[in-house]
Every structure is written in C-alpha cells, then in structure tokens.
C-alpha cells in the first residue's frame, strides 16, 4: 500500500448516468486520504495516448448533476493488442500513477482484468451502465436513470396507444439483457416485455397473441430488450403484421435517449457511496476487485467472477408482469 501515491481515474464504453457522480466522489475521497488524482481522458485511448491532467477538489465541483462523464469516453481498438497495453502501461509510470479506477461496464472490466494480469498492476472497478448486467451486484451505476427515462417515455406513448387502439412495440436497451425492458414494463403497466434471457425457451410474441393480450383493452404496450436474441422491435412488428394482419402495430425505438439526462437521486446516491468504496478498497491492499452492492451493503467482486458469469434475471418478476397485464 506505501507504493500508491497516485491514483488514476478513468471512464470507458457507454457513458451511464451517475459517472461524473462517481469521478467526484473517487477524487475527492482519494484527496481526503491524502493521494495525488489524476484524471485519464476518452478511456483507455486516453491512457496511450497520454490525455491526463492534476485533479483536485474544484476539478470535480458542480458535477454530481450532470449527466454522460467529464473525463469522456471512447472505444478503443489499441488497447485490445498487447502492444497497446504496454504503451497505456509506460504512460501510467511516466505518469507517475501507482493504481487506477476504472468507472464502466463488462467490456471496460474485461480489459482492466486483462490490464491487470499482463502487469500486476492494482485496478479497482465500478460498474457503469445501464444495463445493469454485471454479475456480483444488485445495481450498476445508470440502471435507475435509465428506467426512469423508460417509464417517462412508455407514460407519454400510452397516451397516444389508447387514442388510437393500437399495439406499441417500444424497444429499449439491454442487448444481452432484459433488466431494463422487464422492469419498465412492470413500472409502466406494460402488457410484456420480450427478453433475450427467455427468447430460447419460448416464442414470446407467439405467447404473448395466445394468451389472448388486448382481450380486455384498447391498446397494448410490449417493452422489447434491443437484443439479437429477441429481434428486436423492428423484427416483431414485421412479424404480426404478417401471421397477426388484424393487429394495427406501431414501432417506437428509444435509443440513445436512455443514456442521457441528469442522474437520479438513487444513481447519486450509489455512485459516491462506490465512488469512496474504491479508495477504502485500495487503501485496505484490494485489487482487480469490481465493486458492488447487495443488500444495500458494499461488497468486492473479483473481475474474474463479475466478468465471467451472467447475472441471472428473477423470474418471479416474470410472474408479477404476467398476473398484472390481464
């Protein structure tokens, strides 16, 4: 622990509500501890690059509201190939930064680990994204903004749905998984929500005509996880208009909507409560550790286990949607 002196904060992948949350809190509870910060620029490009500045306490001040992240952030090719690793890795030394925080989701985990093993090198995580699929914690870090935008967004086109009887597919975000698309629906009064987690078990929109949706309404709602596995909205409304011609469908697709806004009280409250974990992490000799919460407790998940296994989806909420959509 006498070798970290600095510390380095990073976002990287999609940006997540919460992040500049979290870029505040790191900062300001590594300076509390008496650590140097400095902030690395676009991700892990920014760390081959050399994109870094000093962070001190004003550097983070009038953040905690803002949505996207400060630091930025930006896919980066390099840093997959060894070779990009060892040049991010020369300009941490030159840098003079001894650990890093690296704020985003399963793809920016993957390569920490990665990062982490090629050179020994103390990682701390946090799991920013929407999605909230990482293994190990019972939120990530934009999940709550996210559904909120959702069940705003669903609320405003059911006004719409019922004026003119129709059923609404309304994709949403999760491309490996439904979280977002199961909850919204539950939040919102939704008929379904299609999901990759289920799409191999059974024909959900098959199961969704057969058990008779509409019966009782004059307009239908299905949330619809973007994922491959589920089609997509786009796919399933070409699918009733073809084997369903006497259902009058419409798309709407949320897209990047979902990624923006300011951060919800509960994404601010998570973000600074992981934000000042990491430093406690480092400080207490963790590392290569994401952090999480369960049970509205902290806890350190390795990355091996947050990257490795699929954060199942709870199928009593399943239960629960199908009851209250008759």
Same mark, same amino acid.
């Given at each position: 622990?006498?070798?970290?002196? @600095?510390?380095?904060?990073? #976002?990287?992948?999609? %940006? &997540?509500?919460?992040?500049?949350?979290?870029?505040? &809190?790191?900062? =300001?509870?590594?300076?509390?501890?008496? +650590?140097?910060?400095?902030?690395? $620029?676009?991700?892990?490009?920014?760390?081959?690059?050399?994109?870094?500045?000093?962070?001190?306490?004003?550097?983070?001040?009038?953040?905690?509201?803002?949505?996207?992240?400060?630091?930025?952030?930006? =896919? @980066?090719?390099? +840093?997959?190939?060894?070779?990009?690793?060892?040049?991010?890795?020369?300009?941490?030394?030159?840098? *003079?930064?001894?650990?890093?925080?690296?704020?985003?989701? %399963? *793809?920016?985990?993957?390569?920490? /680990?990665? +990062?982490?093993?090629?050179?020994? $090198?103390?990682?701390? *995580?946090?799991?920013?994204?929407?999605?909230?699929?990482? $293994?190990?914690?019972?939120?990530?870090?934009? $999940?709550?903004?996210?559904?909120?935008?959702?069940?705003?967004?669903?609320?405003?086109?059911?006004? #719409?749905?019922?004026?003119?009887?129709?059923?609404?597919?309304?994709?949403?975000?999760?491309?490996?998984? *439904?979280?977002? &698309?199961?909850?919204?629906?539950?939040? #919102?009064? @939704?008929? &379904?929500?299609?999901?990759?987690?289920?799409?191999?078990?059974?024909?959900?929109?098959?199961?969704?005509?057969?058990?008779?949706?509409?019966?009782?309404?004059?307009?239908?709602?299905?949330?619809?996880?973007?994922?491959?596995?589920?089609?997509?909205?786009?796919?399933?409304?070409?699918?009733?208009?073809?084997?369903?011609?006497?259902?009058?469908? /419409?798309?709407?697709?949320?897209?990047?909507?979902?990624?923006?806004?300011?951060?919800?009280?509960?994404?601010?409250?998570?973000?600074?409560?992981?934000?000042?974990?990491?430093?406690?992490?480092?400080?207490?000799?963790?590392?290569?550790?994401?952090?999480?919460?369960?049970?509205?407790?902290?806890?350190?998940?390795?990355?091996?286990?947050?990257?490795?296994?699929?954060?199942?989806?709870? =199928?009593?909420?399943?239960?629960?949607? /199908? /009851?209250?959509?008759?």
């Amino acid at each position: 622990m006498a070798t970290i002196k @600095c510390i380095g904060i990073l #976002t990287s992948g999609g %940006d &997540a509500p919460g992040m500049n949350a979290a870029i505040r &809190a790191v900062t =300001r509870s590594a300076i509390f501890n008496g +650590f140097e910060v400095k902030g690395i $620029y676009r991700g892990y490009r920014g760390l081959i690059t050399g994109e870094i500045k000093q962070f001190k306490t004003e550097n983070v001040s009038n953040i905690i509201q803002q949505g996207g992240t400060i630091l930025k952030t930006a =896919r @980066c090719q390099e +840093f997959q190939t060894e070779e990009g690793r060892k040049q991010a890795y020369e300009t941490l030394k030159r840098e *003079g930064i001894d650990a890093l925080v690296v704020i985003g989701g %399963d *793809g920016s985990l993957t390569g920490a /680990r990665t +990062f982490a093993q090629e050179f020994d $090198y103390p990682i701390i *995580g946090l799991p920013g994204t929407i999605d909230n699929d990482l $293994y190990g914690t019972d939120l990530t870090i934009g $999940y709550d903004t996210a559904l909120n935008t959702i069940m705003d967004a669903v609320d405003k086109i059911r006004d #719409t749905a019922s004026s003119h009887e129709r059923l609404f597919f309304i994709e949403v975000m999760g491309r490996d998984a *439904g979280f977002l &698309a199961l909850n919204g629906a539950i939040a #919102t009064g @939704c008929e &379904a929500a299609i999901i990759p987690e289920i799409s191999t078990e059974i024909d959900q929109l098959e199961e969704l005509v057969e058990n008779g949706f509409r019966k009782s309404k004059n307009s239908s709602i299905v949330l619809v996880a973007e994922s491959p596995t589920t089609g997509g909205a786009m796919q399933l409304a070409e699918r009733v208009k073809n084997e369903y011609p006497q259902y009058d469908v /419409r798309v709407t697709i949320l897209g990047h909507i979902q990624r923006g806004g300011s951060p919800s009280a509960q994404d601010r409250i998570l973000a600074s409560r992981m934000g000042a974990a990491a430093i406690d992490a480092l400080i207490e000799g963790q590392r290569n550790v994401m952090i999480g919460v369960r049970n509205d407790e902290i806890v350190y998940v390795p990355f091996s286990k947050a990257i490795k296994y699929d954060k199942p989806i709870n =199928r009593e909420l399943l239960n629960t949607l /199908r /009851r209250l959509s008759i």
